[in-house]
């Protein structure tokens, strides 16, 4: 009888962190023209190696400061790299010269208030977050 409550409360923990995600969702200001993308293309913007939306318009990432949930969530979605090779790879890039790693914000405030006012910025945000001025172009 112990070790069968023992389980039940081992199970009804691991459930609650898989609950306790936040579902990431990609947005983009609700005036950019961009309607949708794929992972490979977030993916690539985020990692630098592309520079613009598939449209040719240009794509300037946002990203959650680090130690952030979300932004650990996100990567590990999104780009499939956690927090130290995702800080691994930026050093490579930074030490070659090939590129720089997105601009750093506070949080999804500041995230919704950029990106809202700018049609070339992406980012990623809580879907519950999710206001009238930007839009979802990408849910992982």
Same mark, same amino acid.
């Given at each position: ?31 950019? /023209?961009? &309607? #949708? $993308? ?9 990692? @630098? =190696?592309?520079?613009?939306?598939? *449209? ?25 790299? /956690?927090? &130290? #090779? $995702? ?9 070659? @010269? =090939?590129?720089?790693?997105?601009? *750093? ?36």
């Amino acid at each position: 009888m112990r070790l069968s409550r023992k389980i039940v409360v081992i199970s009804v923990l691991c459930s609650a962190s898989i609950f306790a995600k936040a579902d990431v969702v990609v947005i983009v200001s609700a005036s950019s /023209s961009i &309607s #949708q $993308l794929d992972g490979d293309q977030v993916s690539d913007i985020y990692l @630098g =190696k592309t520079a613009t939306f598939p *449209d040719g318009s240009q794509a300037v990432p946002l990203e959650l400061e680090n130690g952030s949930e979300l932004r650990d969530e996100f990567h590990e979605k999104v780009t499939g790299k /956690s927090k &130290s #090779q $995702l800080k691994s790879y930026w050093s490579k890039m930074v030490f070659s @010269g =090939k590129g720089n790693p997105p601009k *750093d914000v506070a949080d999804v405030k500041e995230v919704l208030k950029l990106i809202g006012a700018n049609p070339n910025m992406i980012g990623y945000i809580d879907k519950g977050s999710v206001d009238k001025t930007v839009k979802t172009v990408f849910a992982p």
